[in-house]
């Protein structure tokens, strides 16, 4: 089992940035890769960025150069950054945390939202 906690999500005008984290506990051993997905209302839930254990990213084509995903391991927890600069309003969206454990389960995050202001 692993639990997912999100946070930073909030209002910001466009050009702005935000922060977000989610931190992991349990069985933060069996943790290969961990991503954001976003989704946004009428939409389907689309993968934003993701870093694996040894570091590796992968980031969506709208957001390539504006995030910036990183992973921090520490001994009893892992968390996951996503650092966001000049936000669009198509930003705007419910973000979620993702971990995909070696087994291949998937676990996610309540989500946070994230509103970006014309």
């Known amino acids: 089992q692993v639990q997912l906690v999100e946070s930073g999500g909030g209002l910001v005008q466009a050009g702005g940035s935000l922060r977000l984290s989610c931190a992991a506990s349990?069985?933060?051993?069996?943790?290969?890769?961990m991503g954001w997905y976003r989704q946004a209302p009428g939409k389907q839930r689309e993968l934003v960025a993701s870093?694996?254990?040894?570091?590796?990213?992968?980031?969506a084509d709208s957001v390539k150069g504006r995030f910036t995903i990183s992973r921090d391991n520490a001994k009893n927890t892992v968390t996951v950054y996503l650092q966001m600069n000049s936000l669009k309003p198509e930003d705007t969206a419910t973000y979620y945390c993702?971990?995909?454990?070696?087994?291949?389960?998937?676990?996610w995050g309540q989500g946070t939202q994230v509103t970006v202001s014309s």
């Open positions: 349990g069985s933060i051993f069996n943790i290969n890769t």
């Open positions: 993702n971990a995909v454990l070696w087994l291949g389960l998937n676990y």
């Open positions: 870093i694996t254990t040894v570091g590796s990213t992968n980031y």
